[in-house]
């Protein structure tokens, strides 16, 4: 079975500043994908970004970057430019490949960030 | 377009009651999915259906709860005789045909509380 570990329970930062999120998993998978999701207050999933294994350059969505390190299985999220609206709870989550499969979600990262 | 929608938004029921919770998916979508996150066990996925296999129910905690998906469009989770330990939130989910399968797409989730 695979897992998902995120070890940060809560980061806090000041406005404009980068912050980095951890993630590790653990699978047998080749095939797979990963994906960083951003829950505010309003409990609405967001998906942030989204990585292919097969894919050895990292994912970027604008101030949103991934280190995604296959062999050490490990998939941190970059903040760039950090706002005041990136606060929330962040959520690293695995999918098997092969269609649609269930998400397999860490146990999330709040993060806070400061004016 | 719109999104994935649930109802209700809250759902507050008597401990023995039963409940449905319904989940509209993105219009087109074929796979719909239905997780549950709460404060201990964080976020555990229940149920998927994809188009007109039959679905994948490993994640259901027990054979209280149980899930439909009528015409491949809406879904409804059914609690029957309902605990506290049911008391979380409850997220749907949906993804695309074709090359972004993986990706779900969630909805505002449901939060039922059982008094």
């Known amino acids: 079975a695979q897992t998902v570990t995120q070890s940060q329970p809560e980061m806090s930062v000041q406005e404009a500043e980068t912050v980095t999120l951890s993630c590790t998993y653990d699978?047998?998978?080749?095939?797979?994908?990963l994906f960083w999701y951003k829950q505010p207050p309003s409990r609405q999933m967001i998906l942030v970004i989204r990585q292919e294994a097969y894919k050895q350059q990292n994912a970027t969505e604008n101030r949103f970057s991934v280190n995604f390190q296959k062999a050490a299985k490990s998939f941190s999220l970059k903040i760039s430019d950090s706002q005041l609206g990136d606060t929330a709870m962040y959520f690293c989550?695995?999918?098997?490949?092969?269609?649609?499969?269930?998400?397999?979600f860490g146990q999330g990262t709040r993060l806070t960030i400061n004016p | 377009g719109a999104g994935v929608s649930q109802s209700p938004s809250n759902k507050v029921t008597e401990k023995g009651k039963d409940v449905e919770l319904r989940c509209d998916p993105i219009s087109g979508h074929t796979a719909l999915y239905w997780y549950r996150q709460s404060l201990g066990q964080g976020l555990e996925f229940l149920i998927y259906?994809?188009?007109?296999?039959?679905?994948?129910k490993s994640g259901l905690p027990s054979d209280r709860f149980s899930a439909e998906r009528t015409g491949g469009s809406v879904s409804t989770l059914t609690i029957q005789r309902t605990q506290q330990e049911d008391s979380a939130v409850y997220l749907c989910?949906?993804?695309?045909?074709?090359?972004?399968?993986?990706?779900?797409?969630f909805g505002p989730g449901t939060r039922l509380t059982v008094l």
């Open positions: 989550a695995f999918m098997a490949g092969g269609g649609a499969q269930k998400l397999v």
């Open positions: 989910a949906s993804s695309p045909t074709g090359d972004r399968v993986d990706t779900q797409y």
């Open positions: 699978t047998s998978e080749n095939n797979y994908y």
């Open positions: 259906f994809q188009g007109n296999s039959a679905p994948d």
